[in-house]
């Protein structure tokens, strides 16, 4: 009989709450420990009181990362269970690649998520001052259809959108859906009169997934300000606002 070599295991903090997620065999679960590791990972286990917990056992390799990658993602929808940080995985996972394009095209098709409507998100910014943007995402991510790419990596260029940089949060987009936020933006020039941004990824349950819903479902400009930065930006916000409210008492009295 094949015997259980690989498995998946969690570090958790004091009030168990994920840290995070891996999957080995034989003393794997401990080597982090040892190792002289500067990853944020690293920096985080020297710095704090935490333990390990072996999470499931598996004969295949391909089995315990198909869990893992399962248990990371569930980790992403579920910031909650997670420490403040968000959890310390780079990336989703080694394995569940063709179980995540199934999973991909089931979550389509159910329509899962949340809905987003920008022009009440917008007012809620405005009111907490928030400089906020979302990107579309212009270029291919088939080359790396599993997550292994940050998606703030996909947010670069964007020429002559120069009032994005007054934004200190992103939220990146692709193929209508809200996939990542991001806070503490700082924007580099890139050479060619565009931007690259940088900044701090946060788990958010609200945004990650989100389809967005009124006048910006099918917007594909390459920039949609949260915010106002200029008068005439304030005064196109406000007439859209306008035309949404008269859309609404136009359904009610159909």
């Not at 005064?235 to 159909?254: A, C, M, P, S, V």
Request: net charge positive.
């Amino acid at each position: 009989m094949k015997s259980y070599k690989y498995y998946v295991y969690g570090y958790f903090n004091k009030k168990d709450l994920y840290a995070y997620v891996g999957v080995g065999k034989k003393d794997r679960v401990t080597s982090h420990i040892k190792e002289n590791d500067l990853s944020k990972k690293g920096e985080w286990l020297k710095k704090n009181e935490f333990k390990f917990r072996l999470l499931g056992k598996f004969k295949s390799r391909e089995d315990a990362e198909n869990a893992e990658t399962m248990m990371i993602e569930n980790c992403w929808k579920f910031p909650g269970i997670c420490i403040p940080e968000g959890l310390l995985n780079i990336k989703r996972g080694h394995g569940g690649k063709d179980f995540f394009v199934k999973f991909d095209r089931l979550e389509e098709e159910l329509k899962t998520g949340i809905d987003i409507d920008l022009l009440e998100l917008k007012k809620d910014f405005i009111k907490n001052n928030r400089k906020v943007v979302v990107l579309n995402v212009r270029q291919s991510t088939e080359e790396d259809p599993y997550g292994n790419v940050d998606w703030i990596n996909y947010a670069k260029g964007y020429k002559g959108r120069d009032y994005k940089t007054m934004a200190t949060e992103i939220l990146i987009r692709c193929k209508g859906k809200i996939m990542a936020h991001y806070k503490n933006i700082v924007w580099k020039e890139d050479g060619n009169d565009g931007h690259i941004p940088s900044g701090r990824k946060v788990m958010s349950s609200i945004y990650n997934g989100a389809v967005l819903i009124g006048t910006a479902r099918n917007s594909q400009n390459s920039c949609i300000y949260l915010y106002t930065p200029t008068k005439r930006h304030e005064k196109y916000f406000r007439k859209q606002l306008e035309k949404q409210q008269h859309d609404k008492i136009n359904l009610e009295t159909i």
